[in-house]
C-alpha cells in the first residue's frame, strides 16, 4: 500500500492539471449549454436538433472523440493559420465540453419544459418583460435541475479526462495510462484513486450547491461554490510555470518509450536544459506533435514512418529507407531526424519455445503451414497495420482466430495459452524472460524498425541541443534495450522508467 | 381620462381565429368605467379568449382593442399589464417568492422600491394577515393563494381588473367569500371589472352586466335583472335555468 502512497503524493502537478482541464471544459460546456436550452425552450425546432445532436456526441467514445478533434483541428489550420493548436489542451478541452454538453442542455431544456404554465402566464400577466420573466422565474425556478445537470457533467466530465493523456495533455490518466504499460498496479492505482476522489468532491460540493438552490438555502449555496472555486484557484496557484526554453520530451505509450524519453531528459538536464514530459501519446498523435512543435523531441520507428507518414507501401533495405526519411523530413516537415539510436524494435512473430519445439516450428513458411489450427494475437493496431497485411499475404497465413490484446497483456495471453503466436517487439524484454522464440522471415516480408530521434523544426539550428543528443546516436544495443525494457515490465523487483533511464546510461558508458 | 364620455375599454369587430378555428367573432363592446361586467358562456364560447385579447396575452386577428382611448397594440406588452390587474384560475404565485414578494412583484418590476407598508395594506384589502408576508406560496391554502393572486393584481393600482374564472379552483364556501371580497373591493376602490366565468350564477350575483358569448359571437348583453325576466335569447336563458332550477328545487327541498 505504501508504493500508492507515495504514487498519490507524486500526483500534485496531475491534479492541477486535471482540475484545470475538467473545470475549463464544464464552464464552457455550460456556457454553449444555457443559451441553446433558453433558445430551445422558445423553438421546438432549435429544441430537437440541440438535443439529438448532444446525443449523437454522447454515443461516441471518448477516446475517439479526443481523438477526433486532432485532425479536425489539423484542418482548421487552413483556416486559423499553423498556430492552432491539435494537441494537448485546447482539443482535450473542446472534446470534453462537447461531452459534458448533454447533461447540462437535457435538464435545462427539461426543467424549461416542466415549469408550471399557470407561473409562465402570471409572469406575462404581471408585466415581466422577456428577460425580466428569464431572470426572475425560469432561472431561479430551473436551477436545482441545471445545476443537477452540471453535477452529472462534472462527474463525466472528469472521467473523461483521464483519457486526454493521449492527445497529450497532462491529466491524471498519465499515471494510469503509463502504470497500465509498465505494469505498475500502485500507479494505476493512484491515478484511478485521485481521479474518482475527484469527482466524489466536485459531486459532493456541486450537490451541496443543488440542494440549497432546491430548498431555497443560500449558505448551502455559497459554501459549495466558495469550496469549488477555492479548489479552482489552488490549482492554477500550484500550476508549475513553463518557461520557453523548457524541452518537451514526447512518449508514446511504451515502456521502452518512457525509458528513453527519460534517457535523453536526464542528458539534457545535465546540459542545464530544463525538461519536461509528455508521456502517453498516440502513436499517430506523436509524429504530428513533433513536427508541429508542440513537443521538442519523440523517438519514432523508421517502419512507422515509412508507412504512416511517408506512405509507402514498399520494403526497402533498412539504410535506404533510413536515407529517405531523413531527407523526406527534412524537405517537407523541417524535423530533424538526428540518427538511430541503434537497435530495431520491430514487428517479430514469438511463441514459447516448447510449443515451437512440438510443432516443429522455425520459421514464418513453417508458421504458415500450422496457421489453420492456431490463435495468433496481436497488439490493438497490429492487424490493421500494412506490415500485418504484407506478411499475411507473403506468406499466406490463415489463422483459425485472431484476437487483439493490450501490448502488455499479448504477453501474458502468450503464457495463458489465449493464443499461440503474438506479434512480439524485438526489443521486448519479455522474449528473453518467457522463454520464447522469434520465428525466422526467410522472406523479409516485416520492414525494419530502427528507433530514430527526431527533433522539432524550431530547434533545426540549436547546436546546444543537438549535440547533447548527439551521443546517444548509435549506441544503444537490442541487449541493453531489452534489459531496460524488462526492468520497468517485470513484475518483481520493477524499476521506474527513470531508474531503468540510469541504469540504461551506465550500462552503455553514457556520461 | 381626457373625454369623460369615452368608454374604459373598447373592442372594434375584433376577430380572433387559429387556422380553420374562429375563437372570437367580429365583437364589438364597451365598457364603461366602474363597470362590473361577467362574461359567460359554455366552454369554448371565446369568453376567455376575448378577455386576453385585452392585455394581449392573445392577439386579435382583426378588428381595434382600446383601452382608455389608446390602441392597445400600440403599446408594448409588458407596459400595458402593468397597468392592469389580472387574476386568473391557474392563480400563479411565483413558488421561489414569499408572499410579500409576489405582491410586490409588479411595483419591482417599474422600477419602484420595496414598501413593506404598501404589502401590509394590500394584504388588509384582501382580508389576510400581516403574518402572511414572509410564507412561501405552498405554506397556503387555495382560497389564501388567491387572495394574494388578488393583492398581486392590485398592487400597481390598475384602473382595470380582469379575472379569467378566478375561482373556478375553489370550494363553494371559499369561491362564495372570495366572489363577495372581490365584488366589495371593485365598489371601494372604484374599479372597472370584466370577470370571466362559466357559472351563470356567480355572474348573476356579483356582475352588474352580464355578457353572454356562444361560438366566439356576443349574443347576449343584459343587466341580471332582465335575463332573469326572461331577456337575451335561448342561449342566456339555458344558462339562468341552471341556478333557477336548482333554486326551485332547493326551494321544494326546504321544511
Known amino acids: ?511 | 381620462m381626457n373625454d369623460p364620455a369615452a368608454p374604459l375599454l373598447r373592442f372594434d369587430v375584433v376577430t380572433k381565429s387559429y387556422d380553420a378555428v374562429t375563437a372570437v367573432s367580429e365583437v364589438t363592446l364597451d365598457v364603461a368605467e366602474g363597470s362590473f361586467v361577467a362574461l359567460v358562456g359554455a366552454s369554448g364560447s371565446g369568453k376567455s379568449t376575448l378577455l386576453k385579447m385585452v392585455n394581449r396575452l392573445v392577439e386579435p386577428s382583426s378588428g381595434l382593442v382600446e383601452l382608455e382611448g389608446e390602441d392597445v397594440l400600440a403599446l408594448a406588452p409588458h407596459a400595458l399589464r402593468r397597468r392592469i390587474g389580472y387574476v386568473f384560475q391557474g392563480i400563479g404565485l411565483f413558488p421561489h417568492m414569499t408572499v410579500a414578494e409576489n405582491i410586490a412583484i409588479g411595483p419591482r418590476l417599474a422600477g419602484g422600491h420595496d414598501n413593506a407598508g404598501r404589502v401590509s395594506d394590500l394584504l388588509d384589502l384582501v382580508e389576510l394577515d400581516e403574518s402572511f408576508a414572509p410564507r412561501l406560496p405552498h405554506e397556503l391554502s387555495g382560497g389564501q393563494k388567491q387572495r394574494v393572486g388578488v393583492a398581486r393584481a392590485l398592487a400597481a393600482e390598475p384602473h382595470l381588473m380582469l379575472m379569467d374564472e378566478p375561482f373556478g379552483a375553489l370550494d363553494p364556501v371559499t369561491r362564495d367569500a372570495l366572489g363577495h371580497a372581490v365584488r366589495a373591493l371593485h365598489d371601494r376602490l372604484k374599479l372597472t371589472t370584466v370577470m370571466v366565468t362559466h357559472d351563470m350564477a356567480e355572474a348573476l350575483l356579483l356582475a352588474d352586466r352580464v355578457l353572454v358569448m356562444d361560438e366566439g359571437r356576443l349574443v347576449a348583453d343584459e343587466v341580471p335583472k332582465s335575463l332573469l325576466g326572461g331577456a337575451g335569447g335561448d342561449v342566456a336563458q339555458a344558462l339562468v335555468a341552471v341556478p333557477r332550477d336548482q333554486a326551485k328545487a332547493l326551494a321544494g327541498l326546504t321544511p
Open chain 1, 1 to 511: 500500500m505504501s508504493d500508492v502512497w507515495i504514487a498519490l503524493l507524486g500526483l500534485g502537478d496531475k491534479l492541477a492539471e486535471h482540475v484545470i482541464l475538467s473545470a475549463a471544459a464544464l464552464a464552457l460546456g455550460t456556457i454553449i449549454a444555457l443559451p441553446l436550452a433558453i433558445w430551445a425552450g422558445r423553438s421546438a425546432m432549435v429544441s430537437r436538433l440541440s438535443l439529438s445532436f448532444a446525443s449523437l456526441v454522447q454515443t461516441i467514445p471518448a477516446l475517439a472523440l479526443l481523438a477526433l478533434f486532432f485532425p479536425m483541428l489539423l484542418s482548421l489550420r487552413a483556416v486559423f493559420g499553423d498556430g492552432l493548436p491539435t494537441l494537448g489542451f485546447l482539443p482535450a478541452l473542446l472534446a470534453l465540453s462537447l461531452y459534458a454538453l448533454l447533461p447540462i442542455l437535457r435538464n435545462a431544456v427539461t426543467a424549461r419544459a416542466n415549469l408550471d404554465p399557470g407561473v409562465l402566464d402570471a409572469a406575462d400577466g404581471v408585466g415581466m418583460t422577456g428577460w425580466q420573466k428569464l431572470r426572475l422565474v425560469e432561472a431561479p425556478l430551473s436551477a436545482p435541475f441545471v445545476m443537477a445537470g452540471i453535477r452529472t457533467a462534472a462527474v463525466w466530465t472528469i472521467g473523461a479526462a483521464t483519457l486526454s493523456t493521449t492527445i497529450g495533455q497532462p491529466s491524471l490518466g498519465d499515471p494510469i495510462f503509463a502504470g497500465l504499460q509498465t505494469q505498475n498496479w500502485a500507479l494505476v492505482l493512484a491515478g484511478c484513486i485521485m481521479s474518482a476522489s475527484l469527482a466524489v468532491l466536485a459531486d459532493s460540493l456541486l450537490g451541496l450547491v443543488e440542494k440549497g438552490l432546491r430548498d431555497r438555502r443560500k449558505w448551502m449555496v455559497w459554501t459549495g461554490s466558495a469550496l469549488a472555486v477555492l479548489g479552482l484557484v489552488v490549482a492554477f496557484a500550484s500550476q508549475q510555470s513553463e518557461d520557453d526554453d523548457t524541452i518537451i520530451i514526447g512518449a508514446k505509450n511504451f515502456s521502452e518509450q518512457y525509458i528513453l524519453a527519460r534517457l535523453i531528459g536526464q542528458r539534457l538536464e545535465h546540459a542545464g536544459f530544463s525538461v519536461r514530459y509528455r508521456d502517453g501519446l498516440g502513436s499517430a498523435v506523436v509524429h504530428e506533435a513533433v513536427t508541429s512543435g508542440a513537443i521538442d523531441i519523440s523517438v519514432d520507428y523508421s517502419g512507422t514512418l515509412w508507412t504512416n507518414q511517408l506512405k509507402r507501401e514498399d520494403n526497402v533495405p533498412a539504410e535506404e529507407m533510413l536515407t529517405e526519411i531523413k531527407r523526406w523530413e527534412r524537405e517537407t516537415t523541417g524535423t530533424v531526424m538526428l540518427g538511430v539510436l541503434g537497435f530495431e524494435n520491430a514487428y517479430a512473430f514469438a511463441m514459447k519455445q516448447d510449443r515451437a519445439k512440438r510443432l516443429g516450428l522455425q520459421s514464418l513458411d513453417d508458421l504458415a503451414r500450422a496457421a489453420p489450427q492456431l490463435t495468433i494475437g496481436g497488439d490493438i493496431e497490429f492487424f490493421e497495420r500494412p506490415e500485418w497485411t504484407a506478411v499475411r499475404d507473403a506468406y499466406g497465413f490463415n489463422f483459425a482466430r485472431q484476437r487483439t490484446f493490450t501490448s502488455t497483456f499479448m504477453y501474458d495471453a502468450l503464457t495463458g495459452g489465449e493464443a499461440d503466436v503474438i506479434s512480439a517487439y524485438t526489443s521486448d524484454g519479455r522474449i528473453a524472460a518467457d522463454k520464447l522464440v522469434v520465428l525466422d522471415d526467410p522472406k523479409n516480408a516485416l520492414p525494419a524498425y530502427d528507433a530514430l530521434l527526431l527533433i522539432a523544426p524550431q530547434h533545426a539550428e540549436n547546436a546546444r541541443l543537438l549535440s547533447a543528443l548527439q551521443p546517444l546516436v548509435g549506441e544503444i544495443t537490442v541487449g541493453a534495450m531489452r534489459e531496460a525494457n524488462f526492468a520497468v515490465d517485470r513484475l518483481d523487483g520493477k524499476q521506474t522508467p527513470q531508474q531503468a533511464a540510469e541504469a540504461l546510461a551506465a550500462k552503455l558508458g553514457l556520461d
